[in-house]
Structure formats: structure tokens, C-alpha cells
């Protein structure tokens, strides 16, 4: 039985990065689920990890011998207006571990206590989002998304107020980086070059080797970022808060907040109860990103020499996220449909597709997986259109198994992690279990599962969701 080793790669770039803050000890860590693959992934011991000791870190009342824990600091655009002072305000970067092929990733406990970054907050987190995190990061991962992981969630035996008081708990969040466009505009809207630049050497050195320098790593988070958000609009998933603080330069999917996967396909669904202006609805996320990524871009302007000449190839780059984005886009709905390499030609195919299920609110998850099954007619309450688009398909001779290893049977629905979240809040943790060990395999279809890919019936629909905090 053995602790985690940690490195402290980012603690090593010095002062002004963060700041030297201890995780507050709980009174009655309680281990909610260990997620044991992830532990074999990064090398972790698991038995220790799920062992009194190993809950004494992951609910922060232990530190490990290595472990150097810190805030970051980062700023970010907030719903378009800028923060200049936000940074880790619930959670502290315990270190990096170095898995046994060699990848790093960091190891962070979410909701942890205040740090000089918490501002008004108490720096925890309630039970609700921890289990979401968990559920919703963990789905994304088996589904071959970039994203941070979780790798336990615990209870601390503490009530957390918000509106009421809550059961307190800490999330294990592990991540090959938590660098996000909000860490380069912290130091860039301070004029701090030499931060920016060790910053930027950081991370071309830990996310993007081959870069060479800001321009080739401005490239990399572009091309990376085009290829997530693909895949986020493939699931239906819509993050919820796409702040460029929320947003990681390794094109991870980080911040599960008021996240949440559409049921009834509708393009500008949103469900964030704070998003009232639909900036971050579903078919707004690639605008988005683009948006951030030039936040990103103007940080690094410094960084490139000649100015006239780097704001040209600045602008390139980032003008360059629509075309990669479009071509990821199309291969991963091609792939949807069971076309394989997909073309310009085939777009239409797709988007009356998408149009048909808009107009009748259809099941996004049920009407793709269902085409492999030839289940989908039935998600429509007027079939005849569908029968119509459905015949010039087949007449495109897709690859049904294609389809169906692309589509998943079962996604994260709202109304279920709501029923795991309320079941939680009474001490009963088997849905959540069940829930997690059905979403890590979302195209199993044994039977077992059948009730998790249905569609809410219409009073269980949950349509609001809430922030992380
Ligand atoms: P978010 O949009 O949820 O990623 O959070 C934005 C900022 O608010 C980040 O700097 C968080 O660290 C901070 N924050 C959120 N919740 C809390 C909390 N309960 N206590 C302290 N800071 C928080
Ligand atoms: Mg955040």
C-alpha cells in the first residue's frame, strides 16, 4: 500500500502563479465512490487510496510527503465581461502524479475550503454537484471526449449553506492540466510578459511538445478546442458556462457546472438558470469558443514579435477554428449517420435530419441510436417526414455498424442525476452507483439498463440547472 508520489511542476514557476494554500480538514470524510480504473491509469494504489489514509487526502485532512498544494491564479471573461481576479476559490492542486506511460495530470480537491481566491464564497461544495462532476465527467471519458476526470467523491460530515444546509463534499479532479485562457489573461491584463512567457513555455512543454512557440501553441488549443466542442454538439452536450475561465488550454472539457445534455432536440436549448441571454446555448458553443480562443490570442501578442505582424498571424490562427471545427463536425455526425468520411455533399443529408427532430422536438440520443436499430420512426410524433428523410439514407448505403458504435444507448439524462442527487441527499448511494457503472459503458444494451435510455416522462423532465457551487 503506498501513497501517491507528487511532482510540482507548477508550483515550480514561482511566485505569482498562485498561492501556498492547505485544503481545511473536514470533521467525518466518508468515501462516496473510488474510482478505481482511473487509479490504475495514473499508477495510483487504489487499496490505499480507498483506505483511511487514502480518504484522509481525498477529503483534504492529510497531506502526503510531496504534495505541495496551491491555488492558481487566473482571471477570465465572465458572460462577456471581464474578472480580473478569480483563481482556484473552492479547490487546491494537491500536485501532479506521473502515470506509469508518463503522462502527468493533476490531482485537485474540489470544494476543499477557502483560498485567498474565494472572495465571498466558503470554498465547498455540496453534494449535488460533486455527484453531477462525477457522473457527467466520467460519461464524457468513457465516450472518448477530452475531459478532466473524477477520481472520488467523498462526504465531509459537514453542512454547507446555501439556500438551506446541504451535505458538504469534495471531488478528486484529475486533469493533464488545469491551465485555462483565464490563467494567459490574468498575467497578460497585468502586462506581466515574463510570466506570460514561462506561462506559455509551461504549457507548450506539458500539452503541445511540438509547438515551438505562442503562435504554434495558439494553433494546437485551437485545433483542439474545434475537435471537443464537435464532440460536446455530437452528444448534445451543453456545457452551461463557456467563460474563458472555464475553458482549458489542453482542449479538455473542464467545469461541470450547469452542464446538462439535451433529451428533446431543440438548437438554442439552454438550461443554465443564470445563461438568461441563451450566450451559451447549444448551438451557440462553437461561436463561443471562438470567441475565447481570441481572448486567448490577443494574451499572447506579446509573445510574437513585431506586432502588426503577429496580430496578422494571431487572427489567421483563429480564423482558422471554423474550418477545423466544421470538418470534426462533419465526421463526427457522418460517423452518427454511419457515412464514413463524410462530405460537403452530405451536410444537407444531416441537417434536415437535425431540422426534422427541431421541429418535433424529438429525443436527440433515442432518434441517432435508434437509426442502427430502426427504432427511430417511433421518436416522432408524425413519422411521415422522417420516413421520407430515412429513405434517402438508406439510399446513401450507411454503415450501420459504424452507426451504432457511434451512438450511444444511454447519456447522463437531468432527471436521472437529479433522482441520484435526491436519493444522495438521504444517504442512499446506490443510484448513483448504478448510474456510473451504466454511463461508463453507454452501448451496453443489456437489459438490465433498459429503464436509463428512456426519454423523461413528461413530469420528470428537469429543464433548469444550477451552478457547481
Ligand atoms: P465557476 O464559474 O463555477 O467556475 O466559478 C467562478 C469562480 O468562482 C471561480 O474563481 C471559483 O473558484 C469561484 N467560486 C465558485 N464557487 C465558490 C465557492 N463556493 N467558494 C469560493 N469560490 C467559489
Ligand atoms: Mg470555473
Given at each position: 500500500m503506498t501513497a501517491p508520489r507528487f511532482d510540482n511542476s507548477y508550483a515550480r514557476l514561482g511566485s505569482g502563479f498562485f498561492s501556498r494554500t492547505a485544503p481545511t480538514p473536514v470533521p467525518q470524510p466518508e468515501l462516496i465512490a473510488l474510482n478505481r480504473d482511473l487509479a490504475l491509469r495514473l499508477g495510483l494504489d487504489a487499496d490505499w487510496l480507498s483506505g483511511p489514509d487514502g480518504v484522509a487526502m481525498l477529503a483534504g485532512n492529510a497531506l502526503p510527503d510531496g504534495a505541495e498544494p496551491i491555488a492558481q491564479a487566473y482571471a477570465g471573461h465572465q458572460f462577456g465581461g471581464l474578472s480580473p481576479q478569480l483563481g482556484d476559490g473552492r479547490a487546491v492542486l494537491l500536485g501532479e502524479v506521473v502515470a506509469p506511460d508518463g503522462a502527468r495530470f493533476d490531482v485537485q480537491l474540489k470544494g476543499s475550503g477557502p483560498t485567498p481566491f474565494s472572495r465571498r464564497g466558503d470554498g465547498r461544495a455540496w453534494l449535488g454537484p460533486v455527484l453531477r462532476e462525477y457522473l457527467v465527467s466520467e460519461f464524457m471519458a468513457a465516450m472518448g471526449v477530452p475531459t478532466t476526470r473524477a477520481l472520488a467523491a467523498v462526504t465531509t460530515g459537514e453542512p454547507v449553506w446555501r439556500e438551506t444546509a446541504l451535505p458538504g463534499a469534495v471531488l478528486t479532479r484529475v486533469a493533464s492540466s488545469h491551465v485555462r485562457v483565464g490563467t494567459f489573461e490574468f498575467f497578460a491584463i497585468r502586462g506581466d510578459t515574463d510570466r506570460l512567457r514561462a506561462l506559455t513555455e509551461h504549457v507548450i512543454a506539458r500539452h503541445y511538445p511540438d509547438a515551438g512557440d505562442a503562435l504554434g501553441m495558439l494553433r494546437g488549443v485551437v485545433a483542439r478546442q474545434a475537435e471537443t466542442v464537435a464532440q460536446w454538439m455530437a452528444l448534445g452536450f451543453i456545457h452551461g458556462v463557456m467563460n474563458t475561465d472555464n475553458m482549458a488550454v489542453s482542449g479538455e472539457t473542464i467545469d461541470y457546472g450547469p452542464c446538462a445534455f439535451m433529451d428533446a432536440y431543440?438548437?438554442?436549448?439552454?438550461?443554465?438558470?443564470?445563461?438568461?441571454?441563451?450566450?451559451?446555448?447549444?448551438?451557440?458553443?462553437?461561436?463561443?469558443?471562438?470567441?475565447?480562443?481570441?481572448?486567448?490570442?490577443?494574451?499572447?501578442?506579446?509573445?510574437?514579435?513585431?506586432?502588426?505582424?503577429?496580430?496578422?498571424?494571431?487572427?489567421?490562427?483563429?480564423?482558422?477554428?471554423?474550418?477545423?471545427?466544421?470538418?470534426?463536425?462533419?465526421?463526427?455526425?457522418?460517423?452518427?449517420?454511419?457515412?464514413?468520411?463524410?462530405?460537403e455533399g452530405d451536410r444537407p443529408l444531416i441537417e434536415r435530419l437535425l431540422d426534422l427532430m427541431a421541429a418535433q422536438q424529438a429525443d436527440f440520443t433515442r432518434v441517432f441510436h435508434g437509426l442502427a436499430a430502426d427504432t427511430a420512426a417511433a421518436e416522432f410524433s408524425d413519422p411521415a417526414p422522417f420516413r421520407d428523410w430515412q429513405a434517402d439514407w438508406r439510399a446513401r448505403k450507411p454503415d450501420l455498424d459504424l452507426a451504432a458504435r457511434t451512438n450511444p444507448v444511454r447519456i447522463p439524462r437531468n432527471h436521472r442525476i437529479q433522482q441520484a442527487i435526491d436519493a444522495g441527499l438521504t444517504g442512499d448511494f446506490a443510484l448513483f452507483h448504478r448510474l456510473a457503472l451504466a454511463w461508463t459503458a453507454p452501448f451496453d444494451t443489456r437489459a438490465e439498463w433498459e429503464d436509463l435510455a428512456a426519454a423523461p416522462a413528461p413530469g420528470e423532465e428537469v429543464r433548469l440547472t444550477f451552478c457547481g457551487t
Open positions: 431543440h438548437p438554442e436549448t439552454v438550461f443554465s438558470s443564470i445563461d438568461r441571454g441563451g450566450r451559451y446555448a447549444w448551438a451557440e458553443q462553437p461561436r463561443v469558443a471562438v470567441w475565447n480562443l481570441a481572448q486567448l490570442a490577443s494574451c499572447l501578442i506579446p509573445l510574437m514579435g513585431e506586432q502588426e505582424s503577429a496580430i496578422r498571424d494571431a487572427t489567421e490562427v483563429v480564423h482558422g477554428f471554423p474550418g477545423l471545427y466544421q470538418a470534426a463536425w462533419l465526421r463526427r455526425f457522418g460517423d452518427k449517420l454511419g457515412i464514413a468520411d463524410a462530405t
